[in-house]
């Protein structure tokens, strides 16, 4: 009697697990997507004196933080912490130039690229009426327009200065 009992109960048991697993099975189907990926390529240019003096480059937009506040700019913006719209720098190829303030003042400069790659250079002001350097890193070319990372100590006011800058052809 036992016997038949064990066996009764080990046939349950395994009809249980035969059942359920009949209906846990699923017939998967294999779906296989292609994706074709295309990549856009944005060739740099070398960058050069001659490219470099070709043109009066203005602000496209610039963002960073200059004495602790933050500085944003994005020509034809309405969010902007400052008019930057009259605002340009004119490279010589004689390693001067003219910094073209926003208000109309004129400020003499001379530059020198920084490396061997020209990717930094430096911008010097003089007299203005303190003497200090403005460093222009990470420069690229690209798309018509310069792309580059820009910081400073403001030898007038003593605030430091860096940002993210787009400078395009002034027309």
Same mark, same amino acid.
Request: charged residues 25%.
């Given at each position: 009697m036992k016997r038949l009992?064990?066996?009764?109960?080990a046939v349950a048991i395994l009809s249980v697990f035969f059942f359920s697993g009949l209906s846990s099975c699923k017939k998967e189907e294999i779906?296989? %997507?292609?994706? &074709?990926?295309?990549?856009t390529l944005y060739l740099e240019k070398p960058i050069t004196t001659a490219m470099l003096c070709l043109e009066n480059l203005m602000y496209?937009?610039?963002?960073?933080?200059?004495?602790?506040?933050v500085l944003y700019?994005?020509?034809g913006g309405s969010s902007n912490t400052e008019n930057l719209d009259n605002e340009y720098i004119k490279? %010589?190829?004689? &390693?001067?130039g003219e910094y073209h303030?926003?208000?109309?003042i004129v400020r003499n400069i001379t530059w020198a690229f920084a490396n061997t790659n020209n990717t930094k250079l430096n911008i010097f002001f003089t007299n203005t009426p303190a003497n200090f350097t403005v460093t222009w890193d990470n420069i690229r070319y690209k798309d018509n327009k310069w792309y580059?990372?820009?910081?400073?100590?403001?030898?007038?006011?003593?605030?430091?200065?860096?940002?993210?800058?787009?400078r395009l052809?002034?027309?």
């Open positions: 009992q064990f066996l009764l109960g779906v296989q %997507n292609n994706i &074709n990926v295309t990549d496209e937009e610039i963002r960073g933080v200059r004495g602790g506040a700019y994005l020509r490279f %010589n190829a004689d &390693n001067t303030e926003n208000g109309g580059f990372d820009e910081y400073y100590k403001d030898g007038n006011t003593g605030a430091y200065s860096h940002s993210q800058n787009i052809k002034k027309p």
